[in-house]
């Protein structure tokens, strides 16, 4: 399989000639090859400190433990391993879990059906994918409301066409109107269809884990599923230090099938860790260090990346706060923690408070996205379209956030010291009082010199001010529609999509629906 | 004199009974120290890219040479120093600017009227200052238009409140119904009676910045004045490679009087140096060794910082672009020049080419401000206030980044690895499945905890929409109002007052008007 996206063919797989009639009638979108940092990462603790910290994770397994809610097959697991269960408690020894973590590999591929827009999760690379979860949607004409499954698969097409977009995540919004039970069905064939990137399995019951790896045996065929790793999913952490047996459950189904799971304590600080960085650190670590040793016990070598979700308080409201210095201490600790770890590391996003796609919301997620490309993040969920705290999927903000990620594809290339980098000739050339703008240099490089925001506006006063005088949001309203009016399917042999449409029709008959 | 703000006692300089007493009725103003870093810098280039750049900058000054424009006076010092001088060109021996450099201090004291207010310029510390030099303002009901005086005096009054910042800077914005030969008295006055933060001297003319001198020895003794640093003043260089008499005129009458210069080019990418990132940190360092190298000529051992203010351009139009990876990389490389150079370094900003203070503004200034953090400026000016390339001093966005100046301060403290940061306590007194609020730990440390902003929205979505679903900009506007509204006039001897009243009086009675 190829490992070299954006260069590879694009043919789909097991494309027949209807999948390859399908193709040369479509438009070609483009997308940039993930992040291969060319940078160092930003480290704001010492060594000494790191030391600390991976003392006191110890010391919290192998005496605080961790809790295994509802699993006893869980709990014979660890005991089988070495750990001490107590009732629902598991005491894991000091450097057992470390240890266990060892088989879980440093960097993996996720293959998407174009196997141009494969992904290397780990190593000096960045994944980014969009917003996760969001019961609500909102755009400037309609406001906020529950969200559909019509907006899912705008979204969906929208995350297809945004070219530092590099995967098409998993629960993009949640699509309130398709019964809870049915919903995971028509989010995968969404994904399945209206994009060739890699996407996200079901975790909200282990059954639909194993949905979601069924509707991938149809997409990419039974044998290379259990092969390779064709889903990346999200496996959130009851912090504090517990386990549930739904998210375990569906780990399991994950990593028995050798697929890639994203082992995350999701904190709001001061709530389920502690109100300090050093604090929250030890408890991710504790906690990631469990649940990785837990995937490799399922299965060693199982790929699995290392998840730090957190978010700083309000103290005076609670709300939890984004873009705030405190979490991004423990974006960047936990980075250095992972790597020392030897994990793919999953953290950031354009994370913001606010209710709109304004200032504020601008500056948080400027600032999560700033420290996510610097901490060495490896799978950034919610790269773009995060608004209200994760509450919301906002259109506007999913393009002024998708636009944003093209700023860290252009860092990430690092400083060209070439010679033409150098540009001796041109300043020998140009002079004192010169000005570079004709000079063969400038002529041959200013192409791809700089980046420039395809969403933003540059225009002259008195130019921008004639046309309506339009802020971000009211640009962004546009590029969304144009970009929706644009849209075109990516080929897909016609007989797979029939058979997984055929798939969800079936389950779906199977039960009744569920709305809780 | 006291090297600890915001500890050290708030006597006005000079004062007598009328300033005791105008003090004991004033309202205090917080105001937080100047940040000293407790985090590393961010390096993007390797060692031997340094040596690279420092070499080609050597070879630039020897062989293409800088063009010192009609200052004879200067041409003939640069001869005694040992260079080589044809016409107005001067080319500068390999090492020799370097070498002319190293009397320069790697940090200085600029002294404020208020002691408490004292910058320590240089190391670890950042010093952050507003915006400086638009021609224009903003507000949301006055729409963009010319600033005036009263203008200026609002920005000066903001930032004298702003908890923040820690300079007073110097043409906040351009006040356009002042006569251009009489302007820097009336913002040295205002500077100097609204406020008591340090400032900037006048460098439009060498007769302003000898005004500056004087006027400053009023406030605060001529023998102060000699002695110590009391402005720290912009010296734009004409890049490429031009240093012109004017504003060398006011270099030289900084130096000799002992007060601190930015030594700055002035950079939109492609005009005014190489396209590439590495040709624009050759000229860049070349241009102020040049200029560091004179100002030690003038007087060995006056305080100067190296300057960099650099935009990439937008090929498409030619508008400067703000925010982006290439300005990034620039001022992450410049900053470890001047670390080598053992100079304290300016760059950075609130910068932006919005015209609005939206997302636009705040993405691109948000990416400006973090890399400045990061890279290691020492001097920020526009850290607040600035929009539409620097064109627009914008009231909103002035608070806006103001508040946002706070997350840098609580980043830059760094982990508190303390017993109490590391919190193993709370952790084993919550244990797995418990809540971290009510613990003993929280409810020590929670109102220091988390830095939170004064001016974003952090409420429960219902509140937030019934009180009027407001964006960021229009809290913006309700802060300035208020802040505005309860402005108190720090204490100020009446008698110095006066004086510095006169002084203006007199000086403009001295000439005409002139509005070019």
Known sequence: MSDAPATAGRRARGGGGAARRAERTAVSIETAKYIERNIPNYEVLTEEALQVIEANAETVLAEIGINFVDNPEGLARWKAAGAQVDGERVRIPRGLARKLCATAPSEYTQHARNPARNVVVGGKNLVLAPVYGPPFVRDVDGGRRYATMADFEKFVKLAYMSKWLHHSGGTVCEPTDVPVNKRHLDMLLAHMIY??????????????????????????????????????????????????????????????????????????????????????????????????????????????????????????????????????????????????????????????????????????SANSLNMGLLSGVNFMLHSCGWLEGGLVASFEKFVMDADQLGVMHHFARGVDMSENGQAMGAIAEVGPGGHYLGCEHTQANFKSAFWRSDLFDYKPFETWDEEGARDTQILAKARVAKMLDTYQQPPLDPEIEARLRAYVAEKKASMPDAFT
């Open 195 to 364: 994009s060739d990137k890699p996407f996200m399995g079901s975790v909200t019951e282990p059954s639909r884990a194993q949905d979601s790896i069924e509707m991938c045996e149809i997409l990419f065929g039974k044998e290379f599923v259990q092969e390779n790793t064709v889903m990346t999913s999200l496996i959130n952490i009851n912090s504090p230090l517990t386990f549930d047996s739904i998210m375990m459950g569906a780990l399991e189904v994950f990593a028995a099938n050798n697929q890639a799971s994203i082992i995350s304590p999701f904190i709001v600080g001061g709530a389920m860790a502690p109100v300090s960085v050093a604090g929250t650190l030890t408890q991710v670590l504790a906690e990631v260090m469990a649940g990785v040793a837990y995937s490799q016990i399922i299965r060693p070598g199982s790929p699995v990346i290392m998840g730090t979700f957190v978010t700083s308080i309000d103290m005076n409201s609670g709300a939890p706060t984004f873009g705030t210095p405190e979490a991004s201490h423990i974006t960047y600790g936990a980075g250095q923690l992972a790597r020392r770890l030897g994990l793919p590391y999953r953290s950031a996003g354009a994370f913001c408070g606010s209710k709109l796609p304004d200032a504020q919301a601008a500056y948080e």
